[in-house]
């Protein structure tokens, strides 16, 4: 049996998660529909609202993992994790709302889910107090030892010790090397039980595996190996068996999952939608009127540039320059002659970025991912950059990790572009829609900012 805390702390939140919502929800029936006469909770059918309630719950706290809380490097990450998945229940409900012409009560669904907030808050508040009390009182304090130094180790490390339950019942030791490690954990072990044990990969040769794997087992310790490999250890790795053998399954980003795909597809459609239909509707013909009294041309500019997987595709814009031959060759400087007065205006509050939502719905672009570059820019940055192309393995955005960093516009020296392709590379690798909506929020932020 998993005598890990964090998997059983998980177990009791799904169940405490669950129980509050509908307690939530029976205390706003009882608060909305007091004294009703005609209201009938059977007749009325919120029965069937409770049932896809708790049903859409289950589905996406399952797949936002917020019970694996191993998962996550810091509280407060946890944490807005959680604020994400019940927004997106609210959504989910208002969108059912919506589609049934408002048949529930939207007071009721207030209600419900501010219930739901506080009652969960105070729910895991209290499973946390009682159990970190059966801990003092019925388990012993356990070990952790960790093998290794260097920047992997202390990530590991550090992340045990902020998400430990309770430093009173938890202790982690390190140790440098392998050198007489059966002895040192040994050691360790006289004075306190040893529940896992984490080494860095590179640290083991067959021999030393063999004998620590079978000491693990007679010893009832969980084995972790560290992937200290920088390159690789970045990604998503998942174990695949092919026979009798293990193999790791390195994808090139954690779009790779359908289901991550499509969650983030849908999300750029409904985001696009709503601003093509609030905005762009209404910003298209004044910018159209404005561009064209104030220069000679066509209100859009079409570029090609470098999409996923290396393919060209036409990004469109604002125009914001007057025509001339160099678009396609020299980037946008800073007082660059080519931009028009409309121009510095537009390029200053990303105003020209606006029609490139046309390009999210046409599948060509996401809202957030990394910027499309002229063509040749692409073939100019990857002779210099080794692994530049792989921010090419998604789809390219609007707006992306980069450039809510403070890493926009051109790029005249080096180091800009290396921190600019980390970046990317970053968020390829470690894409969520958390991250996303993050994203969203801190570009919509700066704009305004900015404008100021």
Same mark, same amino acid.
């Given at each position: 049996?998993?005598?890990?805390?964090?998997?059983?702390?998980?177990?009791?939140?799904?169940?405490?998660?669950?129980?509050?919502?509908?307690?939530?929800?029976?205390?706003?029936?009882?608060?909305?529909?007091?004294?009703?006469?005609?209201?009938?909770?059977?007749?009325?059918?919120?029965?069937? #609202?409770?049932?896809?309630?708790?049903?859409?719950?289950?589905?996406?706290?399952?797949?936002?993992?917020?019970?694996?809380?191993?998962?996550?490097?810091?509280?407060?990450?946890?944490?807005?994790?959680?604020?994400?998945?019940?927004?997106?229940?609210?959504?989910?409900?208002?969108?059912?709302?919506?589609?049934?012409?408002?048949?529930?009560?939207?007071?009721?669904?207030?209600?419900?889910?501010?219930?739901?907030?506080?009652?969960?808050?105070?729910?895991?508040?209290?499973?946390? #107090?009682?159990?970190?009390?059966?801990?003092?009182?019925?388990?012993?304090?356990?070990?952790?030892?960790?093998?290794?130094?260097?920047?992997?180790?202390?990530?590991?490390?550090?992340?045990?010790?902020?998400? $430990?339950?309770?430093?009173?019942?938890?202790?982690?030791?390190?140790?440098?090397?392998?050198?007489? #490690?059966?002895?040192?954990?040994?050691?360790?072990?006289?004075?306190?039980?040893?529940?896992?044990?984490?080494?860095?990969?590179?640290?083991?040769?067959?021999?030393?595996?063999?004998?620590?794997?079978?000491?693990?087992?007679?010893?009832?310790?969980?084995?972790?190996?560290?992937?200290?490999?920088?390159?690789?250890?970045?990604?998503?790795?998942?174990?695949?068996?092919?026979?009798?053998?293990?193999?790791?399954?390195?994808?090139?980003?954690?779009?790779?999952?359908?289901?991550?795909?499509?969650?983030?597809?849908?999300?750029?459609?409904?985001?696009?939608?709503?601003?093509?239909?609030?905005?762009?509707?209404?910003?298209?013909?004044?910018?159209?009127?404005?561009?064209?009294?104030?220069?000679?041309?066509?209100?859009?500019?079409?570029?090609?540039?470098?999409?996923?997987?290396?393919?060209?595709?036409?990004?469109?814009?604002?125009?914001?320059? $007057?025509?001339?031959?160099?678009?396609?060759?020299?980037?946008?400087?800073?007082?660059?002659?080519?931009?028009?007065?409309?121009?510095?205006?537009?390029?200053?509050?990303?105003?020209?970025?606006?029609?490139?939502?046309?390009?999210?719905?046409?599948?060509?672009?996401?809202?957030?991912?990394?910027?499309?570059?002229?063509?040749?820019?692409?073939?100019?940055?990857?002779?210099?950059?080794?692994?530049?192309?792989?921010?090419?393995?998604?789809?390219?955005?609007?707006?992306?990790?980069?450039?809510?960093?403070?890493?926009?516009?051109?790029?005249?020296?080096?180091?800009?572009?290396?921190?600019?392709?980390?970046?990317?590379?970053?968020?390829?690798?470690?894409?969520?829609?958390?991250?996303?909506?993050?994203?969203?929020?801190?570009?919509?932020?700066?704009?305004?900012?900015?404008?100021?």
């Amino acid at each position: 049996m998993n005598k890990n805390h964090k998997y059983f702390l998980g177990l009791y939140y799904r169940f405490i998660d669950l129980l509050t919502l509908n307690v939530a929800f029976f205390i706003a029936k009882f608060i909305r529909f007091q004294g009703v006469k005609e209201y009938s909770f059977l007749e009325s059918k919120y029965l069937n #609202l409770l049932i896809v309630i708790n049903l859409s719950w289950i589905i996406l706290s399952h797949s936002q993992k917020i019970y694996s809380t191993f998962l996550f490097t810091s509280r407060r990450r946890y944490f807005f994790r959680v604020v994400l998945v019940v927004l997106l229940q609210l959504l989910i409900t208002i969108g059912l709302n919506g589609l049934i012409k408002t048949f529930y009560s939207r007071l009721f669904l207030l209600y419900t889910f501010i219930g739901f907030a506080i009652i969960m808050t105070l729910g895991r508040f209290l499973t946390n #107090l009682f159990y970190k009390a059966y801990l003092s009182k019925k388990l012993k304090k356990n070990l952790i030892v960790i093998v290794g130094e260097g920047f992997s180790v202390k990530d590991v490390q550090s992340t045990l010790l902020v998400n $430990t339950i309770d430093e009173n019942y938890q202790k982690i030791e390190g140790i440098n090397g392998t050198d007489n #490690l059966i002895e040192n954990l040994e050691n360790f072990k006289k004075e306190t039980p040893i529940t896992e044990l984490y080494i860095k990969i590179s640290l083991l040769n067959e021999d030393l595996m063999e004998n620590l794997s079978n000491y693990c087992d007679n010893n009832f310790i969980r084995l972790r190996l560290i992937l200290d490999w920088q390159r690789v250890s970045s990604k998503v790795i998942e174990s695949r068996n092919i026979s009798h053998t293990t193999v790791l399954n390195i994808p090139l980003t954690p779009l790779d999952d359908p289901y991550n795909t499509l969650l983030k597809r849908s999300f750029d459609i409904l985001f696009s939608l709503f601003i093509i239909i609030t905005v762009f509707s209404w910003l298209f013909p004044i910018l159209a009127v404005v561009i064209k009294l104030t220069s000679k041309g066509p209100v859009f500019f079409k570029q090609k540039r470098t999409g996923i997987d290396n393919k060209e595709f036409n990004c469109w814009k604002f125009r914001s320059m $007057t025509v001339n031959d160099d678009s396609d060759k020299i980037q946008a400087t800073k007082g660059d002659k080519r931009i028009t007065k409309v121009g510095h205006f537009i390029r200053k509050t990303s105003l020209d970025e606006f029609p490139q939502f046309v390009n999210v719905l046409l599948g060509e672009m996401s809202v957030v991912g990394p910027r499309p570059h002229m063509l040749k820019h692409t073939e100019e940055y990857s002779q210099l950059i080794g692994n530049f192309m792989n921010r090419h393995a998604i789809k390219p955005g609007i707006t992306g990790l980069a450039q809510v960093k403070g890493y926009r516009g051109e790029i005249d020296e080096d180091h800009l572009l290396v921190s600019r392709v980390r970046l990317d590379t970053f968020y390829v690798n470690n894409w969520s829609l958390y991250l996303d909506l993050k994203i969203v929020f801190y570009t919509i932020f700066g704009v305004f900012q900015d404008h100021k």
